[in-house]
Antibody, heavy 115, light 107 residues
C-alpha cells in the first residue's frame, strides 16, 4: 500500500523559511517522480513542483521559481521542499503526490505565512 | 501554459442522478489527464487516469472519456458519498495544470 506522509508545516513570518518533508513507503521510491501541490484556503489545487526519480530534473511553477527548491533522498525514501522568502500568499495546505501522473497523495501539511 | 477549463463550477443534483463534468484543454494533451475527488478537509483522491482508466478500488459508476482537448467525467448514478469537489489535471506538459474544480452539491 502506498503511503505518503508530509511533515514540517507550521507558522512562519513573511520572508521566513520552512522545509517540508514527505516520507514515502509501499513502492520503489527511486523509480518515480514526486510532486508538491498546494491548496490555499478556500481555493483550488495548484501544482508547485516536480522532481524526477533520480533527482536530476526539477520543474517549478512560476509563482515559486527562485524561492522554492525541491529535492529528494532516495536512500531515505523522502522528498523535500525548501521554501524561502515566504509570502502571505504561500499560505496553503501542501500535499506531496507520487509519480508523473500524481497517482497517490499524502494527507497534507499546513503552512501559514503571517506576521 | 496549458489552460484547463472545467465546467460547470458547481452543480446541484439528487441521489441516482447522472452527472457529467467537462474539462477542455487549451491545446492537445493526448490522454494525459486524471480526474480527482476531494472531500472537505481531505486530500484529493484519483478516480480516473489516462483519461478513461478506472483507478483500482473506485466504483464503476465513475467513468471518463475523451482525448486531445475535450474530456468528460461521468457519474452514472450519484450516491450520497459522491458529494464532493472534482478536479481534472493535465500531466502532458509543465507546468501541470488543474481545472478550477466542480462542486457537486445535494439538491
Amino acid at each position: 500500500e502506498v503511503q505518503l506522509l508530509e511533515s514540517g508545516g507550521g507558522l512562519v513570518q513573511p520572508g521566513g523559511s520552512l522545509r517540508l518533508s514527505c516520507a514515502a513507503s509501499g513502492f520503489t521510491f527511486s523509480n518515480y517522480a514526486m510532486n508538491w501541490v498546494r491548496q490555499g484556503p478556500g481555493k483550488g489545487l495548484e501544482w508547485v513542483s516536480t522532481i524526477s526519480g533520480g533527482g536530476g530534473s526539477a520543474y517549478y511553477a512560476d509563482s515559486v521559481k527562485g524561492r522554492f527548491t525541491i529535492s529528494r533522498d532516495n536512500s531515505k525514501n523522502t522528498q523535500y521542499l525548501q521554501m524561502n522568502s515566504l509570502r502571505v500568499e504561500d499560505t496553503a495546505v501542501y500535499y506531496c503526490a507520487s509519480a508523473d501522473t500524481l497517482a497517490f497523495w499524502g494527507q497534507g501539511t499546513l503552512v501559514t505565512v503571517s506576521s | 501554459d496549458i489552460q484547463m477549463t472545467q465546467s460547470p463550477s458547481s452543480l446541484s443534483a439528487s441521489v441516482a442522478d447522472r452527472v457529467t463534468i467537462t474539462c477542455r484543454a487549451s491545446q492537445g494533451i493526448r490522454n494525459d489527464l486524471g480526474w480527482y475527488q476531494q472531500k472537505p478537509g481531505k486530500a484529493p483522491k484519483r478516480l480516473i487516469y489516462a483519461a478513461s482508466s478506472l483507478q483500482s478500488g473506485v466504483p464503476s459508476r465513475f467513468s471518463g472519456s475523451g482525448s486531445g482537448t475535450e474530456f468528460t467525467l461521468t457519474i452514472s448514478s450519484l450516491q450520497p458519498e459522491d458529494f464532493a469537489t472534482y478536479y481534472c489535471l493535465q500531466h502532458n506538459t509543465y507546468p501541470r495544470t488543474f481545472g478550477q474544480g466542480t462542486k457537486v452539491e445535494i439538491k
